[in-house]
């Protein structure tokens, strides 16, 4: 590997499977969150749009429910970042082909892009 890319395979492999881990355990305890905002509704016999507990429910309800589609697109991410490794493309950017250096690896270990490219707001999917 190049100087620029000195991250390790296995390194890699079990940074990206412990934020995996992590994100199925956070999916998990917001998905009990929204379960349990949903009894809270369902207890509730007023309607949201008149009743001021009934829009706090469904304001939690909605942020609960972006927050959880957010780490479903990170869950996503990490997957990726695996495939990439078992194809050896780990640790290359999908826009430039240039190495992602280690610094970054290390913050965003399911980094797609560069630095360079990340900054011009580019992804390909």
């Known amino acids: 590997m190049s100087d620029d890319l000195r991250m390790d395979a296995r390194e890699a492999e079990a940074r990206l499977l412990t934020e995996r881990t992590a994100a199925v355990e ?3 305890s ?6 349990a905002v949903a009894a809270a509704a369902a207890d509730s016999n007023v309607d949201d749009e008149h009743d001021p507990e ?9 942020q609960l429910a972006g927050l959880r589609a957010r780490v479903k ?4 991410d990490i ?3 695996l495939e990439r490794l078992r194809h050896g493309h780990y640790g290359r950017c999908e826009k430039c082909g240039n190495p992602i250096g280690d610094a970054r ?6 980094a797609p892009l ?3 490219c990340a900054d011009q707001g580019g992804r390909r999917r």
């Not at 009934?54 to 909605?62: D, L, M, N």
């Not at 690896?105 to 399911?110: G, K, S, T």
Request: proline share 3%; with cysteine.
């Open 114 to 116: 560069c630095v360079t």
């Open 54 to 62: 009934g829009s706090t429910i469904a304001f939690e309800r909605e």
């Open 26 to 28: 956070q999916l998990t």
């Open 73 to 76: 697109d990170r869950l996503g």
């Open 105 to 110: 690896l290390e913050a965003l270990p399911a």
């Open 79 to 81: 997957d990726a970042a």
């Open 30 to 35: 917001m998905g009990a969150d929204l379960d």
